[in-house]
């Protein structure tokens, strides 16, 4: 082919900026053959730059590469050394006999060559899995500074049509190509995204109800006879603290009251059951789902374990397999050290309590007066900043100690390590979560005692008290503050860290680009350019590759922890904040394209992985169901004044023995609600002051009243107190066992797959019988 003018790729023209050459339309041209992009790149630094141990290190490793015949390609850039790694099709070849002769992993017959994702991930294996003769392997090698980054290359081509159709913020509204992003990252990956997008799909109709349920709140709480009996009366309320604080009239909690009744209504009720059977019907459904795609790419069977027993002999044909074991001693360990990590996070609680209860004291002795006559609900909005943060420092403290459970527990092989990282992650990060707002639904303004009793920290402050209205608007501030934050700050960093880095290290790389675009390449059979060929394009696309954001085996855990506390929000809690589920569809609408773009674009590309599920994520979501149902029906019968409210329209108001009168039957319930503390009785005047029974108009009272259910003489608990835990007992039993039934009834009546996928997966298992025994027979 002498003589004959050589084109340049169309690689190499779009890198240019060149459409057409001399009048000539290069996009005429035919496509261009890619030689076989290399399996994994290792980064370290020259000898120059490193220590004579650690040089030695480097090299005797690559050596051990070279022994298992892997082609190994070395490029110098500065001082930096690139080491490209391919492996020889007989590693392959035998990777994919040991599929076909495997009894739960299976090659499908009609894939006649490796692809590049598998590729990697069998080259992955196979360097984590490679010692010198200190016994160090890569990730020891990687700690020590040996090499400096390890990671698989970028496909362009492919890399461009993801970015084209799915990473890109013009296509939030988009289906996503889940056998696409599969092929690119691996089935791990696309199950990840293909169970967020249907979580974000199936949100649609709670978020829907929810933002009806709290419309219902807006439109019917300025005609509730209870916020009349808070803003239009003069009750006068006994003071929220000691010495600074004075007693305060319960029209001036207005507007708290109002906020209140948006979402603590009788719809809320219904909500909360209606969310907890979703939870239900959205794991069985998920089940289905995910069915089709496992069938459609052939890893039904797949069996994790089994993988790594293959990758291990392709690795090295004289391996021993890791025995299991079980150390009682080990996982005694384990458990103590769990128990004390929770023990530490409840204590956290213990100090955002007390945090809470202090800052609401300073804020009634400050000069401001909105903030004086607001000190709780400020304090409650002070104590969930608190608790955000302290979210934020506990994530790096739980993983680190997740990790060395796991390092404790000596687990026989990753997948092993994974699960048991999962759980005890998952676990630390739920209390560290949850402790608070459990604290705020199901002890606040219960345990601080009364007026003459009051319950003291260290003898000094007085733990906080409900609002007359109820308990439920503070864990509405504390969810929506921590929610809010979470997924806005969260997502903001997630997002422009990586596009800053990304931003200044394509600066340093102008240089290179200049270089490689005017390269010239050595003819192939076809006599066309190829910008893989040139080792000044190699080293540029290597060195993008290496200044991308690292990645590791935990990037993808870090994204489905986070959209299962999301998860978690929506779900346990959602009785008293109803509208959790549309911002949680909000959030991830957006979500899934910030995780896109960041792993398409912005970040080095993550191992392909093969799996058929999400793994023990589908326990911990499935644990997450039970626990909102229960959750939710102590938020209503214990938190909320449904209870009370109800045995007050039918049993104490002036509905209870007249029908038919035309009286609301819900006026005087506020009034009910409260008791009366007495000046005359000489345990009140040892705990109220003089002074502190002044109202801002300077009369002064010799009475106030507080929310409880207690005698006005002698402060025991009244009857109607006890009849109130009763019924709230008995609710809860019911509620619970209820949805549970419901739950069950809905698990059995959807099949965990689509009867078309178990006929598809029974004619497949059929047809590969006929031909092992027609194998057998020839």
Same mark, same amino acid.
């Given at each position: 082919m002498t003589g004959h003018r050589r084109q340049p790729s169309i690689e190499l023209l779009e890198f240019i900026g060149v459409v057409k050459e001399n009048g000539n339309d290069q996009t005429s041209l035919p496509p261009v053959h890619t030689p076989l992009s290399y399996d994994y790149v290792l980064v370290a630094k020259t000898m120059e730059k490193q220590d004579r141990e650690s040089f030695?290190?480097?090299?005797?490793?690559?050596?051990?590469?070279?022994?298992?015949?892997? $082609?190994?390609?070395?490029?110098?850039?500065?001082?930096?050394?690139?080491y490209g790694i391919q492996a020889p099709k007989e590693i392959f070849e035998k990777y994919r006999y040991l599929l076909k002769v495997s009894d739960a992993c299976n090659w499908s017959s009609d894939q006649n060559i490796v692809p590049l994702s598998t590729r990697i991930r069998i080259v992955h294996f196979i360097l984590t899995h490679t010692p010198i003769h200190t016994g160090e392997g890569l990730r020891d090698l990687m700690k020590t500074k040996v090499f400096e980054a390890r990671f698989c290359l970028h496909e362009k081509r492919k890399q461009r049509e993801l970015t084209e159709i799915w990473a890109r913020w013009t296509a939030?509204?988009?289906?996503?190509?889940?056998t696409a992003i599969r092929n690119y990252f691996g089935e791990k990956v696309a199950l990840y995204y293909l169970w967020l997008g249907w979580?974000?799909?199936?949100?649609?109709?709670?978020?829907?109800?929810?933002?009806?349920?709290?419309?219902?709140?807006?439109?019917?709480?300025?005609?509730?006879?209870?916020? $009349?009996?808070? %803003?239009?009366?003069?009750t006068v309320m006994c003071p929220l603290c000691d010495n600074t604080c004075k007693v305060w009239q319960l029209s001036e909690t207005c507007t708290y009251a109002k906020v209140s009744l948006l979402f603590d209504n009788n719809g809320t009720v219904v909500f909360a059951m209606v969310m907890a059977i979703w939870a239900t019907l959205f794991l069985e459904f998920w089940k289905r789902h995910r069915a089709s795609y496992v069938c459609e790419w052939k890893v039904s069977d797949w069996c994790e374990e089994e993988e790594e027993l293959i990758l291990e002999i392709v690795n090295n044909v004289n391996c021993e397999p890791k025995e299991y074991k079980h150390s009682y001693l080990r996982s005694t360990l384990v458990l103590i050290c769990v128990t004390f990590m929770i023990l530490v996070i409840i204590g956290l609680t213990h100090a955002l309590v007390v945090f809470r209860v202090i800052a609401a004291v300073l804020l009634a002795e400050g000069s401001w007066?909105?903030?004086?006559?607001?000190?709780?609900?400020?304090?409650?909005?002070?104590?969930?900043?608190?608790?955000?943060?302290? =979210?934020?420092?506990?994530?790096?403290?739980?993983?680190?100690?997740?990790?060395?459970?796991?390092? =404790?527990e000596k687990t026989r092989s990753f997948a092993a390590t994974e699960k048991s990282f999962t759980v005890k992650m998952f676990t630390f990060q739920f209390f560290t979560y949850f402790s608070s707002l459990f604290y705020v639904a199901f002890f606040l303004g219960r345990i601080n005692g009364h007026p003459g009793g009051y319950v003291r920290i260290a003898g000094k402050w007085r733990l906080e008290e409900c609002h007359p209205s109820g308990c439920l608007t503070d864990l509405f501030i504390q969810m929506a503050i921590i929610m809010i934050l979470k997924q806005t700050i969260s997502n903001v960093f997630e997002f422009t860290g990586p596009w800053l880095s990304r931003w200044m290290k394509r600066r340093k790389s102008r240089?290179?680009?200049?270089?490689?675009?005017? %390269?010239?390449?050595?003819?192939?059979?076809?006599? $066309?350019?190829?910008v893989e060929l040139c080792d000044n394009c190699k080293i540029r696309d290597w060195l993008n590759n290496y200044r991308l954001n690292n990645v590791d085996s935990f990037s993808l855990f870090n994204e489905f922890l986070e959209m299962v506390i999301q998860f978690s929000f929506t779900t346990i809690f959602v009785a008293a904040f109803p509208l959790a589920p549309f911002l949680a569809l909000l959030n991830n609408v957006i979500e899934i394209r910030l995780d896109a773009i960041k792993m398409v674009t912005l970040e080095r590309r993550l191992v392909p992985k093969k799996t058929n599920d999400i793994g023990v994520w589908i326990d911990v979501l499935e644990a997450i169901g039970v626990l909102a149902v229960i959750a939710n029906g102590l938020v209503i019968g214990v938190s909320s004044d449904f209870i009370p409210r109800l045995l007050y329209r039918y049993r104490y108001g002036p509905c209870a023995k007249n029908a038919t009168t035309d009286i609301d039957c819900m006026v005087g319930y506020i009034n009910n609600t409260l008791s009366i503390a007495r000046m005359d009785d000489q345990a009140i005047r040892n705990e109220f002051s003089d002074a502190q029974m002044v109202l801002p108009s300077g009369?002064?009272?010799?009475? %106030?009243s507080y929310k409880d259910y207690r005698d006005n003489e002698d402060y025991s608990l009244t009857p109607q107190f006890w009849v109130i835990q009763a019924v709230r007992f008995g609710f809860v039993i019911l509620f619970e066992h209820v949805v549970v039934i419901c739950k069950f009834i809905a698990a059995w009546f959807v099949p965990s797959a689509p009867m078309q996928v178990k006929n598809d997966r029974l004619f497949d298992k059929l047809n590969r019988l006929k031909e092992e025994l027609r194998s057998f027979e020839a």
């Open positions: 030695k290190k480097q090299t005797e490793y690559i050596q051990e590469l070279k022994k298992k015949n892997l $082609k190994v390609t070395k490029l110098i850039e500065d001082d930096l050394v690139f939030c509204l988009q289906g996503q190509p889940i979580y974000t799909y199936l949100l649609i109709p709670p978020a829907l109800i929810g933002v009806v349920v709290f419309l219902y709140g807006v439109a019917f709480f300025n005609h509730s006879p209870l916020i $009349k009996e808070v %803003c239009d009366v003069d007066e909105f903030l004086s006559t607001n000190s709780n609900s400020g304090a409650m909005m002070l104590g969930a900043l608190l608790h955000y943060v302290i =979210i934020t420092v506990m994530k790096r403290v739980n993983r680190v100690v997740a990790m060395k459970l796991c390092e =404790i240089k290179l680009q200049r270089k490689c675009a005017h %390269c010239y390449l050595k003819d192939d059979m076809e006599s $066309k350019y190829d009369v002064n009272v010799s009475y %106030c």
